[in-house]
């Protein structure tokens, strides 16, 4: 279930009981949205602990838990990263917070600067689904900076950058359970999950207090559809799959078994892949140095035929005979021959090495051809591993079993299950993205209309993204915003997502052709024009909104 505001107000006094008053050691950022503090300090002993707290704003998983498994530290840093070790490494967790009822946890950090003067940071993470942010707040309540960062405009209410005052998100003036009396309508409870209401509208109001101030169990538990979790049983319909004594262990094992197959899968089709990818790398070195040998004996056919312009100078038992090179501006070179055959027969053997040449090197270029296009098949499917979901993941292995890259135990369902492709709606044109090559295929080739457009990056791994043209409308001009957008998506979900000016190109379905005989979704283009665009995850959080 979403992790709503009932949920956070048992996890920051957990958290507070757990880590207040710790000293952030180090702070690593083991992908884009995520960072992992490490800390140190007393339980009530005094002995000294070492913990390591997650904080999470992925689209799928955000959430924030203390860690038993240890997070390694990545060797190249993020920006984000940095600036959080600039200023709050090395400073003290002195106050945990939740803001009102709401999916919102602060962390009030003393840390000394150069000059060794003390200040004040607040680390908060909005816990808002795929709006989920981290921001990094002075004193005075004004963004330092932000992991997702939203600019003004008439379509956002709050600013998240740099220098801009950190206002708190809308909470609709709803009732706090903890600290206001409990309404009649509970509808107006703040931080009150669906699932959670569900159980309240079932108990006598009396009771309700009493039941959200009970004494935590977290649980998993199995409903009709899939696994989920709180910090106690909700319903007796459910079945408990496991209890747990702290809310971070069962976040940690909940999240644990829900990506795990995602990234079992993953990592064992990018093990397949990346080994098909190795003997595609050294069969091309191979032919590399093959197609040198052949460039090289080339050179028997203008030494054939100087070898019978002299033949005349050769018998049976030489070993070589000197001639004048007319091809190389009368220079003496020395011919080698077989002592054991007669002079037709040497020059017959030295033709035949030069027709083996020319028909290798034709063959051999034939190979290199193919062999370039499976390396680029093989890059393209371990980028798509990279952005893939559960469904994601189910195409590409199901492409892959059809190469013939992997084995299947089960016969490949002749009925295509639905594409579940990303998309979003802007001025009231649908931009469509692929992020597989199925996908791809279905979008350019079936889905697009002659009219529509189509974006890629350029000689980059990357997802098709297409512009469905209103009404299939052959004078329809995209807006500046649309191109924009478009490209912005295409870079974003492609290999140079952390890259900047990423050139990505664009033209009309029209002039797309499917490259004949090459796995993947690989097409020809014309009439394109390019944009460079600097890949803006700000944007695509908008759009998820």
């Known amino acids: 279930m979403p992790i ?13 009981n757990e880590i207040l008053n710790f000293k952030i050691n180090k702070i690593y950022q083991p992908a884009p949205l995520e960072i992992v503090l490490n800390l140190r300090g007393k339980n009530e002993t005094g002995l000294i602990l070492n913990k390591q707290l997650l904080i999470s704003s992925k689209l799928d998983a955000p959430r924030i838990h203390l860690l038993n498994k240890k997070i390694s530290n990545p060797e190249v840093p993020n920006n984000f990263c940095m600036l959080l070790r600039k200023y709050i490494e090395r400073g003290i967790i002195n106050k945990i917070a939740q803001h009102e009822n709401d999916r919102l946890i602060e962390l009030h950090i003393s840390a000394y600067n150069e000059l060794d003067d003390e200040n004040t940071f607040i680390l908060i993470f909005e816990i808002m689904g795929r709006n989920s942010n981290i921001i990094l707040l002075n004193n005075d309540f004004f963004i330092i900076d932000a992991l997702r960062k939203l600019p003004p405009s008439n379509e956002n209410s709050r600013t998240i950058i740099p220098h801009a005052k ?32 569900h159980t309240l509208n ?16 977290p649980v998993i538990y199995k409903t009709e559809k899939k696994l989920d979790f709180y910090a106690y049983p909700l319903s007796s319909d459910y079945e408990v799959i496991s209890k747990h004594k702290t809310l971070s262990n069962m976040l ?29 790398i050294t069969k091309l070195n191979n032919l590399t140095l093959d197609l040198e040998n052949a460039n090289k004996n080339l050179k028997y056919s203008n030494i054939g ?56 090197l034709i063959e051999v270029k034939k190979q290199i051809d193919k062999v370039e296009k499976e390396i680029e098949y093989f890059n393209t499917i371990l980028f798509q591993l990279s952005i893939a979901n559960n469904t994601d ?94 490209a912005n998506l295409a870079a974003y979900y492609s290999a140079a997502k952390n890259s900047s000016s990423v050139p990505v190109d664009y033209t009309k379905v029209r002039y797309l052709k499917k490259v004949p005989g090459m796995k993947g979704s690989f097409v020809t283009l014309s009439n394109q024009k390019t944009i460079y665009i600097d890949p803006d995850i700000n944007l695509i959080n908008e759009l998820l909104k």
Request: proline share 4%.
């Open 4 to 16: 709503d505001g009932c949920f956070i107000h048992y996890l920051t006094n957990e958290l507070n």
């Open 166 to 197: 950190y206002l708190y998100p809308e909470s609709n003036k709803k009732i706090n359970p903890f600290i206001d009396e409990i309404p009649p309508v509970l509808d107006s409870i703040q931080g009150v999950s669906k699932p959670l209401l």
């Open 202 to 217: 079932e108990l006598d109001s009396s009771k309700i207090k009493d039941f959200l101030n009970q004494e935590i169990n």
């Open 252 to 280: 940690e094992e909940y999240y644990t078994e829900s990506l795990k197959t995602v990234n079992f899968n993953a990592v064992e089709i990018e093990k397949t892949i990346s080994k098909e990818l190795k003997k595609a």
């Open 305 to 360: 035929i100087l070898l019978q312009s002299n033949l005349y100078k050769v018998k049976k038992g030489d070993e070589s005979v000197i001639v004048y090179d007319y091809f190389n501006d009368n220079q003496l070179i020395e011919i080698k021959l077989n002592p054991l055959l007669d002079p037709s027969s040497n020059l017959k053997a030295i033709f035949n090495k030069a027709k083996k040449a020319q028909k290798a």
């Open 393 to 486: 993941l189910e195409e590409i292995k199901s492409e892959l079993i059809l190469n013939g890259y992997l084995k299947s135990n089960q016969k490949l369902k002749k009925k295509q299950q639905k594409l579940n492709i990303l998309s979003y709606t802007i001025d009231d044109v649908t931009i469509y993205i692929g992020k597989n090559n199925t996908q791809n295929d279905y979008l350019t080739h079936k889905l697009a209309s002659s009219n529509d457009y189509w974006f890629h990056t350029q000689n980059i791994s990357g997802s098709h993204v297409i512009v469905k043209v209103p009404e299939n409308n052959p004078n329809y001009q995209m807006t500046e915003l649309i191109i924009r957008t478009a």
